[in-house]
T-cell receptor
């Protein structure tokens, strides 16, 4: 069945460091891919999305490229801030069903 | 403002009692979803509904029930048959149909069995 695998955390970085959170997926057909962010005690908020191969989603300095050949959708940011500390979820949507990774907690230290 | 509202934010239940979690959306979305999140884990799908008066079981439906009598509402009942109900519950919606769009989430309900 469809599934998403993302790197385990926590990931701890200093402010202004480069961030990569790896995400790979397994799916039939042509899923859409998403990154969501969750702050403590809250629901998930959409960070960015890509609906077809080679699309690049971007928002608030975060980027991810839909790579069909490697079935990946890695999240990157060139310079993280303390306010980026949160849990990040990679997700796919196929036939209108969503599948989520287990989440990666990011801690950014000043 | 359009959005998806879950209530209550915190809920306490005694063992053996059923409890219903509310989820309302004013986004005119056809599809609605319920997920369970346990500490340090991802989201697991409980039930989903693609259209009014229809719903399907997700991966962990045992001990839960839902209804979809109105487009705007998708309440989840946690029954006494659910052996470990303490968790964070998230409701989501999206447009559904052939066009794949992102899911919008509510703020969640934290259920604790005491």
């Amino acid at each position: 069945g469809d599934s998403v695998t993302q790197m385990e955390g926590p990931v701890t970085l200093s402010e202004e460091a480069f961030l990569t959170i790896n995400c790979t997926y397994t799916a039939t057909g042509y899923p859409s891919l998403f990154w969501y962010v969750q702050y403590p005690g809250e629901g998930l908020q959409l960070l960015l999305k890509a609906t077809k191969a080679d699309d690049k989603g971007s928002n608030k300095g975060f980027e991810a490229t839909y790579r069909k050949e490697t079935t990946s959708f890695h999240l990157e940011k060139g310079s993280v801030q303390v306010s980026d500390s949160a849990v990040y979820f990679c997700a796919l949507c196929n036939f209108n069903k969503f599948y989520f990774g287990s989440g990666t907690k990011l801690n950014v230290k000043p | 403002d359009g959005g998806i509202t879950q209530s209550p934010k915190y809920l306490f239940r005694k063992e053996g009692q059923n409890v219903t979690l509310s989820c309302e959306q004013n986004l005119n979305h056809d599809a609605m979803y319920w997920y369970r999140q346990d500490p340090g884990q991802g989201l697991r799908l409980i039930y989903y509904s693609q259209i009014v008066n229809d719903f399907q079981k997700g991966d962990i439906a045992e001990g839960y029930s839902v209804s979809r009598e109105k487009k705007e509402s998708f309440p989840l009942t946690v029954t006494s048959a659910q052996k470990n109900p303490t968790a964070f519950y998230l409701c989501a919606s999206n447009k559904g149909g052939q066009l794949v769009t992102e899911a919008f989430f509510g703020q969640g309900t934290r259920l604790t069995v005491v």
